[in-house]
């Protein structure tokens, strides 16, 4: 079995991947774990990383600091924590550049992962287990350890090549991005340091791919959490009568069910990806008189209310969603309200819609592509990230973000129970960040201008 397997990928002529994998292989087929074995340090510090309790609602952050500045320090690195928030450290790391006038790259990505029902996992999220087939399993392997981990492991193999970069490389481990980023990458984004850096291209976190392509994300939707509520006179449970509470609210839900069905039929129909209709998703619905037993049964109730998370393409027309808001969904004629728990801007600061153009006009783009290529890796088509990242707070400042974990051959498990990423796909993404890191830092070009779209 050991033999197949190493032969199966010398056809693939991957040569320095095949020797490690074949070994661990090897390794794994009679321990089930290789953490322990010193000869396979790669797939170990990222079992490591792996391994550290960063789940919210309480990540060990300090932990996760602390092993990636010794990361840092192991391959040379400057760096320093940020604490914009008390408990919520921001670790920027410095590779300086040869030409200290160029814009520089930053390489950012969350140190935080969502929580796991663990009884529901075949492994536990946090052991970071490798099977037989080289799959690693924990929470945070595809979202997004492996990230951070790739880069490190990129500039490490760089630097023992003896490569210089022209420009420097930045990398950010922020905080709290799976409960919105406001204490990380939002206040890094807007803070002198961040301005310092003099940046002309971020990268962070895309999506795992099920086909051979890459994904790679040049803008993505806003999230707006709408809450309707309406009112209407009480009354008997045997009554017929007009404008109650519940009846009203079912109206605008009959409303909200048809829009979400054109959408959904626009990507049915392969017109539109999904990251470029509005989806539209009920997240509770709430009415009725509580008794000791359940509820009231024969009275109708005076309030009702109901919460959507809606998630807007920057391409959409915002204006005359407001106005479906207001006047089919929530309409005053109806006894009905509306409020918004969260309503993410579509625009930019200077009123553009929040997008990196992925056109010859964004030369960052072009690089991507080649260096990815030249990795042997395929790109697919550019898209607009379904829900929300950090990008957002990035491509906020006016600097081109593109979103992107070379993860393909990879089904999409991230917050998913048993989310895993297969270790040959993890050594092939630090080949793709090598080639990109590469293309990025020895590009002279002064680009930040031109790099996100003025119309659309
Ligand atoms: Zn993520």
Avoid at 26 to 48: L, M, Y
Wanted: aromatic residues 10%; hydrophobic residues 40%; negative net charge.
């Amino acid at each position: 079995m050991k033999m197949k397997l190493c032969s199966i990928n010398m056809a693939k002529n991957n040569c320095h991947i095949i020797l490690s994998i074949c070994f661990l292989y090897s390794f794994t087929i009679s321990t089930a774990s290789i953490q322990e074995h010193p000869s396979e340090p790669i797939i170990s510090r990222f079992q490591q990383y792996l391994q550290i309790d960063t789940a919210q609602p309480t990540p060990h952050y300090y932990e996760a600091a602390d092993f990636i500045i010794s990361q840092a320090n192991s391959i040379s690195l400057e760096s320093q924590t940020i604490e914009f928030v008390k408990g919520k450290p921001v670790v920027l790391l410095k590779w300086p550049g040869s030409d200290p006038s160029l814009p520089s790259v930053l390489l950012n990505s969350h140190t935080d992962i969502v929580p796991s029902e663990h009884e529901k996992w075949n492994h536990h999220p946090l052991s970071a287990y490798l099977d037989s087939q080289g799959n690693v399993f924990a929470r945070g392997s595809q979202d997004m350890k492996c990230v951070g981990m790739q880069y490190l492991e990129a500039i490490r193999r760089l630097k023992a090549s003896g490569f210089q970069p022209l420009r420097s490389v930045y990398l950010s481990f922020v905080p709290d991005e799976e409960i919105g980023g406001h204490d990380g990458a939002e206040k890094f984004a807007e803070s002198d340091v961040f301005e310092k850096l003099n940046l002309g291209i971020v990268l962070d976190e895309g999506l795992a791919s099920p086909n051979e392509n890459y994904r790679a994300f040049y803008a993505e939707r806003s999230p707006w959490w709408l809450v309707i509520k309406a009112i209407g006179a009480p009354g008997h449970g045997a009554k017929l009568y007009d404008n109650t509470a519940v009846e009203n609210l079912m109206k605008s839900i009959e409303s909200i069910r048809k829009f979400r069905a054109s959408q959904f039929d626009l990507v049915k129909a392969g017109l539109k990806e999904e990251g470029e209709v509005v989806s539209v998703n009920m997240a509770f619905l709430k009415s009725g008189t509580p008794s000791p037993t359940g509820f009231v049964m024969n009275l109708q109730p005076s309030e009702a209310e109901a919460g959507f998370d809606i998630r807007i393409p920057p391409t959409a027309d915002c204006k005359s969603l407001e106005r479906r808001i207001a006047e089919e969904w929530a309409p005053a004629s109806r006894n009905m309200t509306f409020r918004f728990i969260q309503k993410m801007a579509v625009l930019d600061k200077s009123g553009k819609p929040l997008i990196t153009s992925t056109d010859s006009s964004n030369p960052w783009w072009n690089l991507l592509e080649e260096a990815v290529k030249r990795a042997n890796g395929k790109l697919g088509k550019p898209e607009i990230f379904p829900a929300s990242t950090d990008a957002r707070y990035f491509r906020d400042q006016g600097l081109p973000a593109i979103g992107f974990s070379p993860m393909a051959n990879t089904p999409i498990l991230l917050h998913d129970h048993n989310e895993f990423l297969n270790i040959a796909e993890y050594l092939k993404g630090i080949e793709v960040y090598e080639s990109i890191i590469k293309a990025y830092t020895s590009y002279t070009g002064h680009a930040r201008s031109g790099v996100t779209k003025d119309e659309l």
